[in-house]
């Protein structure tokens, strides 16, 4: 079974850190786009960060430019979300994405251009 895999969320302070790992099964995911979305309690799911395939570009929403950072190793088909400066509006389940292409993880998206979706790790920051 093909399946992308979440780890490292928890409950942290204000202005903590913490770092999300996300690890592919079934396939390898080295020549996929990779991305990071969350979902806080009663609203959508939210762009956070993309990567491309290589690891050469990435692409931040406006709420976590400066303070996340997203990074891959394709030799261990591994992608991770660093997040620095933690608000309490960071509160969601993160998830791992993956995709055939760098375009088809950043808004505005399509159902069908997000070909994985990881079961979601939560990060609870409180103030």
């Known amino acids: 079974q093909v399946q992308l895999v979440e780890s490292g969320g928890g409950l942290v302070q204000a202005g903590e850190s913490l770092r999300l790992s996300c690890v592919g099964f079934?396939?390898?995911?080295?020549?996929?786009?990779m991305g990071w979305y969350r979902q806080a309690p009663g609203k959508g799911r939210q762009f956070v960060a993309a990567?491309?395939?290589?690891?050469?570009?990435?692409y931040y929403a406006d709420s976590v430019k400066g303070r996340f950072s997203i990074s891959r190793d394709r030799a261990k088909d591994m992608v991770y979300l660093h997040l620095n400066s933690l608000k309490p509006e960071d509160t969601a389940v993160y998830y791992c994405?993956?995709?055939?292409?760098?375009?088809?993880?950043?808004?505005?998206?399509?159902?069908?251009?997000?070909?994985?979706w990881g079961q979601g790790t939560q990060v609870t920051v409180s103030s």
């Open positions: 990567i491309s395939w290589s690891g050469s570009s990435t």
């Open positions: 994405t993956a995709a055939s292409s760098f375009r088809r993880l950043i808004p505005p998206t399509e159902d069908s251009d997000i070909e994985y």
């Open positions: 079934g396939r390898s995911f080295s020549n996929d786009a």
